[in-house]
């Protein structure tokens, strides 16, 4: 099965990774160094579809840098891809597809769906814009239940991502660990003689160890979150990296919750999704019975005094073995390197 990943995206290194598209995270200084490493990159696209959205905007000059970057011409394929948040699709047919197809990204991920019917219309619509041009691309869609999985799969898509819920970020409220989760998804492609779909795991995985394991139960590569943040590429700001390789313990010191977004006003996903914090100042003082109101209060107070204190921090369980801030390309050779003395010693103990 990852021989359809190399095939579409022949850059690709193995053990195959991707970079989550994380918005406001994942821009094209991050993505770009993701795919000239051998991985994946993804830019993170937002979730504002009307004509006149700065993200959009903003989404097309960061593929123009991007195609800059890695010294392609107009009309070459750009071999990266872009990340959605869905849940309010609105527009994206007319005003986002145009963009992606202009600069011809080579995927297309589509996650947090308010139904998962709804990303059939931008699936349909994608496909139908590539049969009009020499557009190839590939379409992602992240799903973290087997409902979810059966609906992409019927909807026809290239790539499953498969989320665990030791993922940091955004995520299904009810959902299981990829050690579970992702043996039923590789069931699910078997019984239905699906040689076609590939699949991506993601979810806790932050080196080679969990890359190996993924491969286990049946990913065809894997995707990272947190990890990625915690580079020296990524544009998040110092605070959060730094939160992120002095944390441990991510069992104990993250926790899922729709409180996290309710805390710094941000709470717009549907109620089936949750996200993996870093439990902060905010969450404790719920836990001590301070109101919504007055966290949210403190929280506007100290965002307009410039201190970052009680920014939601998304991280996921593994934090506690990621213990450095290091480049990009680091993180890819050396969480494959790692994976591949496993594999051997694994081979060699069989």
Not at 1 to 6: F, K, W
Not at 153 to 160: R, S, T, Y
Not at 195 to 223: F, N
Not at 282 to 301: A, C, F, L, T
Request: negative net charge; contains cysteine.
């Amino acid at each position: 099965m990852t021989a359809n990943i190399l095939q579409w995206f022949p850059h690709a290194t193995t053990p195959v990774i991707a970079n989550a598209p994380m918005f406001g995270f994942a821009d094209a200084s991050l993505a770009t160094a993701v795919t000239k490493a051998g991985g994946f990159g993804f830019i993170g696209g937002g979730f504002d579809f009307r004509s006149e959205s700065t993200q959009l905007l903003g989404l097309d000059t960061q593929l123009a840098n991007a195609r800059s970057t890695l010294g392609l011409t107009d009309d070459q394929p750009l071999p990266l891809g872009v990340g959605f948040i869905t849940f309010q699709p609105d527009g994206f047919i007319p005003s986002a597809i145009p963009i992606l197809q202009k600069h011809q990204v080579a995927a297309v991920w589509l996650s947090f769906p308010r139904a998962d019917s709804d990303h059939l219309p931008i699936i349909q619509a994608i496909r139908k814009a590539q049969e009009s041009s020499a557009w190839d691309t590939k379409i992602f869609v992240q799903v973290g239940t087997i409902k979810s999985a059966e609906e992409a799969l019927h909807q026809g898509v290239d790539v499953l991502v498969v989320q665990g819920t030791d993922a940091g970020g955004h995520q299904w409220a009810q959902g299981a660990s990829l050690i579970s989760l992702l043996p039923e998804v590789r069931d699910l492609l078997s019984k239905a003689q699906n040689t076609s779909t590939s699949i991506l795991a993601a979810g806790g995985i932050v080196d080679g160890r969990g890359c190996v394991a993924a491969l286990g139960l049946g990913a065809d590569g894997v995707v990272m979150g947190t990890r990625f943040v915690a580079t020296s590429e990524c544009p998040a700001p110092s605070t959060i990296k730094q939160a992120i390789v002095s944390g441990g313990d991510g069992g104990v010191s993250t926790i899922k919750s729709i409180r996290h977004d309710i805390f710094q006003s941000t709470d717009l996903f549907p109620r089936q999704y949750d996200g993996r914090a870093i439990i902060g100042v905010s969450y404790e003082d719920s836990q001590e019975g301070v109101s919504d109101e007055e966290i949210i209060r403190r929280y506007n107070e100290a965002k307009e005094a410039g201190e970052p204190q009680r920014r939601t921090i998304w991280a996921g369980a593994s934090i506690g073995s990621i213990n450095a801030v290091v480049s990009v390309e680091h993180v890819i050779q050396s969480t494959q390197q790692e994976a591949r003395v496993i594999l051997e010693r694994l081979k060699v103990g069989l």
